[in-house]
């Protein structure tokens, strides 16, 4: 753990580097204290992007997660299989 001080940029809290959450996006690393700051930022930025766009991304992100959920369900059966 560092000592440089960060500040959350959601509600301004102080930490200190190696805590919070740190996440490079469009070119800038955004630094957050909690995952509720995260997901706040998240909520807003989503507002300022592309509607149109918006549709087909939103649609592209819950397939990623369908297929994960899909393939540790596969890994799962597998193993019980293997048994
Ligand atoms: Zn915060």
């Excluded at 805590?19 to 300022?48: A, D, M, P, R």
């Excluded at 592209?60 to 019980?80: G, Q, V, Y």
């Amino acid at each position: 753990m560092g000592d440089k001080k960060i500040m959350c940029l959601v509600c301004g809290r102080i930490f200190y580097e190696g805590q919070g959450i740190k996440i490079n996006i469009g070119g800038q690393e955004l630094v957050f204290h909690s995952k509720s700051c995260t997901i706040k930022f998240f909520k807003s930025l989503v507002l300022y992007l592309d509607q149109k766009n918006l549709g087909d991304a939103v649609k592209m992100t819950i397939k990623e997660f369908e297929d994960r959920i899909s393939e540790i369900r596969e890994k799962t059966k597998k193993k019980l299989e293997a048994l």
